[in-house]
Each structure stands twice: as C-alpha cells, then as structure tokens.
C-alpha cells in the first residue's frame, strides 16, 4: 500500500514539473508574439512597367502575390527585413531565380522620390554583397520575415502594425528616438561607388564613368569630414569602461574612411588610363572598406544605447 502510495506520488511530481514546463514554453511564446505576429510573406515586385499585369513595379504585397499594394509612408524609402537568411528573386518569363544569402536580415531599397539615385530595386543584405535584380523582366523578390519601413539612411520607422524595438536605430518619423547613427554620413559614398561599379561594368562612355566616380570621391571627402565632426561630439560624453574599446572601433573606421578615398583616386587614375579592370578592383575595395566603416561605427553605436 505504501509503495503504490509513493508511486502515485512520484507520477503526481512528474505532472507538475511538466505542467510547469508548458507553462513557461507558453510564456516565452507570448513574450515573443509581437515578433511572431510581425513575420509574414512580402514580394517585392521588380519588373518593369507593364500594364498588362496586376502589380506594378517597385510595390510590396503581402501574403499574397497579387494582393494589395503596401502604402509607404511619406519619409520611407524601403523596407528592412529580419529573420530570413535567403531571399529569393525569380521570374516567371523565364523560370529565373536568384538567390540572395544574407545574414539574417537585409533592406531593401525602392526607387521612390528623394530616395538616393537608385533607379531600381537594391538589396543590402546583412553582411553580403549588395544585389540589384534585372527589372527588364517580370520578377520579384520573395521573403518570410518580419517588416519594417525604413528611411534613406535605413534607420527603422515606427508605424503601427510595423513594431520596431528602441535600440539601437528606430525612429518615429523624422525625429530621433534612441540611437545617434554616426554612420549615416557614410550612406552617400557607398551608394557612389556601387552606381561606379555599375556603369564600370556597363556603360561604354568613359566621360559618365568618370564623371560618376569623381563624385563618389567628392561624397567621401565630405563624408570624412563629417564623420570627424560627429566623432568629436560623441567623444564629449565618456562612456565609462565602453570608451577605450568604442574608440578603437571609431578610429579604425575613420582609417577605413582615409584608405578608402586613397582607392577612389587609384580608380579614377586607372580610368583616365582606360584600364577598367584596375579601376574596378580600386573601386570594389573603397567600397568594401567604407562599409566596414559603416558595420564598425553601427557596432559602437549600438554598445552605448
């Protein structure tokens, strides 16, 4: 009888310890829900103007292909997407895909008005190269992630339905919440170079070639001096045992910054030399070194939120 009794009593022990269980499984799930409810399908549609279609390019559904077009808001220029590691383009004119690996999360730029000179789709993915779909064809680009508007300088944007959590980079509308975004100076020259990179593998005129990387070189140098005026106000507030390691990371971005304009004048000399090649490497490194800048002055930023 006592052990029948001891038995009932280790079977009554092992149903709470597993009620327990549920019940923190269950809470953890709530506590997460916003960013449950926040994922969901979006195509971003990139074909060319065709009016025998139903979406029209450089619109966003979601759920469903042919469903609604998403309204930006006034001040948003694209959409931030997290939680997806391939994004997918595909065609149905030609059975085309292209998968595009990122590192968890990429913007996707629109070409709407003041936008930057992007005169298509652009996909910055986290950590990859920057792809830019054909919009020649009937495409568009397909992710399950959670979205959010973005600004031209692909600071978060709080709306409703679009929930974006305080740190380290939303804003509401055009004013700051939270973070200070030192890197955002730094946003013009990369798109420079990749428009240089464009016409370098693309245009036949070496007057346009030039005349664009001249002005990636001039978007630099006022991105340096920028960059130095934001580093000298955010170094007037200490910030404790964080300071010596923030700095480290602000100083190797403005290297990056310094080196990277040393490649621009290399490109620009390769071109003036009709060596395409040479001055697509120089190019491709600037770029390479102006968004590490960016991914290190983000990452200081980030720790003194």
Not at 134 to 140: K, S, V
Not at 280 to 301: E, H, P
């Amino acid at each position: 009888m006592n052990t029948l009794n001891v038995r009932h009593i280790k079977v009554s022990v092992k149903t709470i310890l597993n009620f327990i269980f549920c019940s923190l499984l269950i809470f953890l799930s709530l506590i997460n829900a916003n960013n449950l409810l926040a994922a969901r399908d979006y195509f971003i549609h990139t074909e060319a103007y065709n009016p025998q279609i139903q979406q029209q390019p450089w619109t966003i559904t979601v759920n469903e292909l042919n469903g609604a077009a998403m309204i930006p808001p006034d001040d948003a220029c694209g959409m931030r997407f997290e939680g997806d590691w391939n994004l997918v383009w595909s065609s149905d004119d030609y059975k085309l895909i292209q998968n595009i690996a990122t590192n968890g999360g990429a913007d996707v730029y629109l070409p709407r008005p003041t936008c930057g000179a992007w005169n298509g789709v652009v996909v910055e993915p986290d950590g990859k190269a920057d792809y830019a779909p054909p919009h020649d064809f009937n495409g568009r680009i397909e992710t399950y992630s959670n979205g959010y508007w973005i600004n031209s300088n692909g600071e978060k944007l709080i709306y409703k339905y679009q929930p974006c959590t305080p740190m380290p980079n939303c804003i509401i509308g055009s004013q700051r919440f939270v973070a200070n975004n030192w890197s955002r100076g730094l946003n013009v020259p990369i798109q420079e170079l990749q428009l240089t990179l464009n016409a370098i593998e693309k245009s036949r005129t070496l007057s346009i070639i030039l005349k664009i990387a001249e002005r990636a070189a001039a978007t630099a140098a006022t991105a340096e001096k920028t960059l130095i005026k934001q580093l000298t106000i955010r170094r007037g507030v200490n910030t404790g045992n964080l300071e010596k390691s923030i700095r480290q990371l602000e100083d190797t971005a403005r290297s990056g910054v310094v080196a990277a304009r040393t490649s621009i004048d290399l490109c620009i000399n390769a071109l003036h030399q009709n060596n395409r090649n040479d001055a697509y490497r120089a190019c491709n490194s600037a770029l390479l070194q102006v968004q590490r800048a960016r991914f290190l002055l983000d990452t200081g930023d980030a720790w003194v939120q």
